[in-house]
């Protein structure tokens, strides 16, 4: 079993829908809560970050931490066909911080 | 600010030679870190470098290596290349200065082609 699980979808969602992405994981020792999109062929680019248990907005983005449950969430309020594109969750702990383990990604496409 | 930079952005090898792959990371970021993505694999870990020294690895066996300058530019090494090396390799570099909110940014990678 991967230490993170992350439905690789993928999801199809209308225009001007709130989407929600989830991630879960099963060590413990994880802190650091990264949301990265990634379009075809591009390298991953930094939505969001959150240490330890809570929530941040960011605009149309909310991060969810929820470590009791080992549960991550993003949320996109009123999806844009540009936000099509693959979202991969990412995790570390306080040791070896920079070896973040990255989730298998969920492809959303958004419909115009 | 320039962002992370990798060169080449791509590259056709053979099986058994060898590659050097280059990132300058985003300007007074001290952390780079090296990403191999595969398709069956997803995005993995390979290895850290901080002031020259390597941090942390990941697991993956000995072909893979790196090192980074004095400049925080890193370079990363495969020698003896095998089909299942066919990847998009990615750098990120991070400013680490010990706060929480350092995190790393991604550069567009390279992808290596084995045949």
Redesign the interface.
Same mark, same amino acid.
């Given at each position: 079993q991967k230490e993170v699980e992350q439905d690789p979808g993928p999801l199809s969602v209308p225009e001007g829908a709130i989407v929600s992405l989830n991630c879960t994981y099963s060590n413990s020792a994880f802190q650091y809560f990264m949301w990265y999109r990634q379009y075809s062929r591009k390298g991953p680019e930094l939505l969001m970050y959150t240490y330890s248990s809570g929530n941040k907005e960011d605009g149309r983005f909310t991060a969810q931490v929820d470590k009791s449950s080992k549960y991550i969430s993003l949320f996109i309020r009123d999806s844009q066909p540009s936000d099509s594109a693959t979202y991969l969750c990412a995790m570390s702990g306080d040791t070896g911080r920079r070896a973040l383990t990255f989730g298998s990604g969920t492809r959303l496409q958004v419909q115009p | 600010k320039a962002g992370?930079t990798q060169t080449p952005r791509y590259l056709i090898k053979t099986r058994g030679q060898q590659v050097t792959l280059s990132c300058s990371p985003i300007s007074g970021h001290r %952390?780079v %870190?090296w990403?191999q993505q595969t398709p069956g694999q997803?995005?993995? *870990?390979l290895f850290?470098y901080f002031s020259e020294t390597q941090?942390?690895k990941?697991n993956f066996p000995g072909r893979f290596s790196g090192r980074q300058f004095s400049n925080s530019r890193s370079e990363m090494n495969v020698s003896t290349l095998e089909l299942g090396d066919s990847a998009l390799y990615?750098c990120?570099s991070?400013p680490?200065r010990g706060a929480? =909110?350092d =995190?790393?940014? *991604?550069?567009?990678?390279t992808?290596l082609t084995v045949l």
């Open positions: - | 992370v %952390s %870190s990403y997803g995005l993995q *870990f850290e941090r942390n990941g990615l990120a991070s680490d929480r =909110t =995190t790393q940014y *991604f550069g567009p990678g992808r």
